[in-house]
Every structure is written in structure tokens, then in C-alpha cells.
């Protein structure tokens, strides 16, 4: 983690405090958040659905995901889920600052599902592209049994 703290904008020489911080999220990925302590409270963009708007990180296995559900609801925090979306189960909550945060954990797979989920990917694309619907392609990963798809 870096955090920096200024009291001018580098950019613009514009007088606001502020304390940027900076996550490191794997994979040579980094997160950074914005803490303003002068500005008004930042809302979300209303014309996407609540739900869309979040951040995820993968956890290493479902001890790990539960042990942080109970650890978060012991901070007072609503927790939703653990919710299974076939290749993996989440838990959902919102930080301090309203970001929605995703905790997620891959489910085992055969790698025969895997490749055919691959496959599909650029016909589910090609479809959706043109229709603006959900394809059914990969229905089978939220039915019981493997289908004839």
C-alpha cells in the first residue's frame, strides 16, 4: 500500500486536501481511492443499476470467503450471499465510503466445461451484439445437469 496526502491538487495547483491511496490488487494491478475531505459526498452514477457498479477481489478458497463474511457482519456490515454463480460464489457488501466490494471464489470446473465455455464466448458476443438479449449458450452452468447445449 502507498498512500500520499497533500494539500494542492499536483496537477492543477488547486487548493483541496486530500489523501490518495493506493492497493496493490495482484497480478501488477493497483487500486486507488481518493479520501476529500472538503468536497461534497460523492454519489454513484444513477443511470446504471446498483448492483453493476463494484469492485471484486478473489479470495483463496470458501474458508477464506466465510471466515470474511463473519468478520465484516462482526463490523456491523450487511453481507450478501454467499450467492453461487457456477464458476464461483461471492459475498457482497459496502464499504465505508458506499463502494460496493465483491469477495469471490472460484469453484472447481472440469476443463471440458471450461474449453466449451470458451468456445462459445464470440457467438454469445456475435448475439448479444446484434439482439440485445441474454444468450442462452451457457444455460447449463444454472441448471442441475450438464444440458445439450
Do not use: C
Not at 461534497?40 to 452514477?45: A, K, L, Y
Not at 471466515?67 to 457482497?92: M, N, Q, R, W
Amino acid at each position: 500500500m502507498l498512500v500520499f496526502a497533500e494539500s494542492q491538487v499536483p496537477s492543477t495547483k488547486e487548493p483541496n486536501p486530500y489523501m490518495h491511496v493506493f492497493l496493490d490488487a495482484g497480478m501488477g494491478n493497483v487500486l486507488a481511492f481518493f479520501e476529500l475531505p472538503d468536497s461534497p459526498e460523492m454519489g454513484r452514477d444513477t443511470n446504471t443499476p446498483e448492483w453493476v457498479q463494484h469492485i471484486a477481489f478473489e479470495v483463496a478458497d470458501m474458508e477464506a470467503l466465510l471466515d470474511y463474511k463473519t468478520k465484516v457482519e462482526a463490523a456491523g456490515i450487511e453481507v450478501l450471499g454467499p450467492i453461487d454463480h457456477s464458476l464461483f460464489k461471492s459475498i457482497y457488501f459496502y464499504d465505508p465510503n458506499g463502494h460496493r466490494l465483491e469477495l469471490a471464489v472460484n469453484t472447481p470446473i472440469s476443463q471440458e466445461k471450461m474449453e466449451k465455455i470458451q468456445s462459445l464466448a464470440p457467438a454469445m458476443l456475435e448475439e448479444w451484439d446484434r439482439t440485445k438479449l441474454p444468450p442462452r449458450h451457457t444455460g447449463w452452468l444454472h441448471e442441475k445437469e450438464l444440458g445439450s447445449n
